[in-house]
Every structure is written in C-alpha cells, then in structure tokens.
C-alpha cells in the first residue's frame, strides 16, 4: 500500500511576476546623427518592438538636447521629392510588431540642437507610447553609420 504524500508547492518562485507595461516595448539599434558639427538639427534612428498583446502608438519623443524634438517621416510628394514631415499623431507599434525608425523613413528629429552631436557621445531621449507610457533610451551619436540602403532619390522620368 504506497504512501502518497502530498507537498504543498509553497516555495513556488515568484519570478514571473506580472510584468510592467513598460517591459513590453524594447528600443533597439538606435543612433543619433547630424550631418556635420554646424549643424541645427540631427535625428534618431531605432527598431522598436512590442512583445505585448495589445497595440501601441508612439505619440511623442522628448531630449535635452534640442529645442524641439518631433517625430517625423519622409514622404514623397507630387514632385517625387521626398519631403520630411511632422507626425503629430505618431506611429503605430502593433501588438507583436515592430517599428521600425531608419534613413529615408520615419524618424525621431531633434530641431535646434543645444550642441553639436559628437562621435562617441550620447544622447537621452524619452519616447512616450500611449499605452506603455514612457520609455528613456540612451541613444549612441554615430556619425558613421551609413544608410543600409543606397540614398533614395526620386525615380525621375515621366511622373504622370
Ligand atoms: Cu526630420
């Protein structure tokens, strides 16, 4: 006749506690640049993920470092010039998804640098989603970093 013996599982590890809403969105491959030590404004670039279950929008970026900072894409307008523009309603981050910031695209803009970005320096900038709230990253000044793709132009030739 086996003994049964119950334990009570009473040292079970309180590890996965619920998570903050902040821990669902991750910044990664982000840098900042501008095109020279005299100049006005630079950007950021970065892939943002949400490994949540719900949608995000990213609605607003803050830095110390310009007077203004926006968050901008690229479009291409009638022209075929491709023209930076303001976002004021930001981008969307799907449940699961990912945003990705790069040349020629979306971007965070940082408008009336304070002072010039520097190779090797860094850059703070709090980007603010609608559902995670704040979210500080610590952005690399990379002055190097090349376009992973060749420089977009307009394709010329007949537009209508
Ligand atoms: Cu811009």
Request: negative net charge.
């Amino acid at each position: 006749m086996p003994l049964r013996t119950h334990f009570l599982a009473g040292a079970l590890a309180l590890a996965a506690l619920p998570a903050a809403a902040t821990d669902d969105i991750t910044v990664g491959d982000a840098y900042a640049r501008s095109s020279g030590a005299m100049a006005a404004s630079g950007a950021a670039f970065m892939v943002i993920e949400n490994h949540g279950g719900a949608n995000d929008r990213l609605i607003a970026a803050a830095s110390d470092v310009a007077k203004r900072t926006e968050l901008h894409t690229h479009r291409e307008d009638d022209m075929g010039v491709m023209r930076m523009i303001h976002v004021e309603e930001g981008f969307d981050v799907p449940a699961g998804g990912t945003l990705e910031m790069r040349r020629g695209g979306h971007h965070v803009m940082f408008l009336g640098l304070s002072e010039p970005l520097e190779q090797g320096d860094s850059v703070m900038l709090t980007l603010e989603f609608e559902t995670a709230g704040e979210v500080t990253v610590e952005v690399p000044v990379d002055l190097e970093r090349q376009p992973m793709h060749g420089a977009g132009r307009g394709q010329g030739g007949q537009m209508n």
